[in-house]
T-cell receptor, first 114, second 113 residues
Framework: DVKVTQSSRYLVKRTGEKVFLECVQD?????MFWYRQDPGLGLRLIYF???????EKGDIPEGYSVSREKKERFSLILESASTNQTSMYLC?????????????FGQGTRLTVV | QKEVEQNSGPLSVPEGAIASLNCTYS??????FFWYRQYSGKSPELIMS????GDKEDGRFTAQLNKASQYVSLLIRDSQPSDSATYLC?????????????FGSGTRLQVQP
C-alpha cells in the first residue's frame, strides 16, 4: 500500500519561528510536492522536486524553502513564520515513469501561526 | 482566468440521483486529468483519471473529457450520502518527469438522504 507520511498532523508556532514540515514517501517516487490549501483557494503549489537536490518553485514560493537530500524525504521550511502562513499543508509524490500517474497525498499538516 | 475552474457549489442532489461535476481548464497542452475526492479535514484521494477524449467508467463514476472544449466532467450515478465531499479537478502541467498537478478550488457535493 502506498504511503506518504507527514511528520505532524497539527502544529502551532509563533510568529518569527523557523518551522520545518517533513514528508516521507515509501514508493520510490521521483517527484515530490508541497501544496497549501486554503478555503476558497484550493490547493496551491509551493515547491516541487523531481530528483534529489533538485527543486523548482511553484505558484507561491515566497516565504518558503525546501530541501531534498534523500529521495524519500522532502522538507518544507518556513524561514520566519508569519500569520498569513496559517494553513493546511499537503505533501504529495508521484512517479514520472509513464508520465501520467497520479499524485498520492499525505494526511496533511494543519499549521497555525500565532 | 484561473488555470482550472470549478463551480464551488454546494451541489445538492437527492440520494440515488446522478451528480454532475464540471471543470474547465485553460492550458491547451494539458495531457492528464484527475478527479480527487476530499472529505472534510482529510487529504485528497484519487477517484478517477482520464487521458484521452471520451468517457471512462469505473463503477458508479464516469469521467468525461473533451480536449477541444477544454472540459472535464465527473458523473456519479446512484449518489450516496457517503459521496458528500469536495471534489477537486486536477490537470497536469510541465514536461515529462516534472509533472505537477494544478488543482481547481473544488466543488462541494451534498447528497441528501
Amino acid at each position: 500500500d502506498v504511503k506518504v507520511t507527514q511528520s505532524s498532523r497539527y502544529l502551532v508556532k509563533r510568529t518569527g519561528e523557523k518551522v520545518f514540515l517533513e514528508c516521507v514517501q515509501d514508493m520510490d517516487h521521483e517527484n515530490m510536492f508541497w501544496y497549501r490549501q486554503d478555503p476558497g483557494l484550493g490547493l496551491r503549489l509551493i515547491y516541487f522536486s523531481y530528483d534529489v537536490k533538485m527543486k523548482e518553485k511553484g505558484d507561491i514560493p515566497e516565504g518558503y524553502s525546501v530541501s531534498r537530500e534523500k529521495k524519500e524525504r522532502f522538507s518544507l521550511i518556513l524561514e520566519s513564520a508569519s500569520t498569513n502562513q496559517t494553513s493546511m499543508y499537503l505533501c504529495a509524490s508521484s512517479s514520472p515513469v509513464d508520465g501520467n500517474t497520479e499524485a498520492f497525498f499525505g494526511q496533511g499538516t494543519r499549521l497555525t501561526v500565532v | 482566468q484561473k488555470e482550472v475552474e470549478q463551480n464551488s457549489g454546494p451541489l445538492s442532489v437527492p440520494e440515488g440521483a446522478i451528480a454532475s461535476l464540471n471543470c474547465t481548464y485553460s492550458d491547451r497542452v494539458s495531457q492528464s486529468f484527475f478527479w480527487y475526492r476530499q472529505y472534510s479535514g482529510k487529504s485528497p484521494e484519487l477517484i478517477m483519471s482520464i487521458y484521452s477524449n471520451g468517457d471512462k467508467e469505473d463503477g458508479r463514476f464516469t469521467a468525461q473529457l473533451n480536449k477541444a472544449s477544454q472540459y472535464v466532467s465527473l458523473l456519479i450515478r446512484d449518489s450516496q450520502p457517503s459521496d458528500s465531499a469536495t471534489y477537486l479537478c486536477a490537470v497536469n502541467r510541465g514536461d515529462t518527469g516534472r509533472r505537477a498537478l494544478t488543482f481547481g478550488s473544488g466543488t462541494r457535493l451534498q447528497v441528501q438522504p
